[in-house]
Nanobody, 122 residues
Framework: QVQLVESGGGLVQAGGSLRLSCTAS????????MGWYRQAPGKQRDLLAA???????NYADSVKGRFTISRDNAKNTLYLQMNNLKLEDTAVYYC????????????????WGQGTLVTVSS
């Protein structure tokens, strides 16, 4: 079993920055994709940024140029650097891991973190 724990959320003023972290622990895995999602009240959960095996990245248009996804393999940690935060960035942020249980095409599985709240104030 793999667990994900997010941290780094909080209250920030518009224009400010935050860095979210998502640390994986438990069983070993081979990453297929890791991503950051967010869900605002009454809205669906949307993909913001993802990093794919091989370290290519992609971003939603709403955060492109402001958010940066990265990972530290040695620490099993995924990051989301968020700059120039806007009021509409207020949401619960989740990380998601899509992986296989072994490098040789093992069982595919998905894991979500518990979420961390980001509140942007004016």
């Amino acid at each position: 079993q793999v667990q994900l724990v997010e941290s780094g959320g909080g209250l920030v003023q518009a224009g400010g920055s935050l860095r979210l972290s998502c640390t994986a622990s438990g069983s070993s895995f081979t990453m297929v994709r890791m991503g950051w999602y967010r869900q605002a009240p009454g809205k669906q959960r949307d993909l913001l940024a993802a990093i794919i095996h091989g370290d290519s990245t992609n971003y939603a248009d709403s955060v492109k140029g402001r958010f940066t996804i990265s990972r530290d393999n040695a620490k099993n940690t995924l990051y989301l650097q968020m700059n120039n935060l806007k009021l509409e960035d207020t949401a619960v942020y989740y990380c998601k891991l899509e992986a296989r249980s072994s490098p040789w095409g093992g069982r595919y599985f998905e894991v979500w973190g518990q979420g961390t709240l980001v509140t942007v104030s004016s």
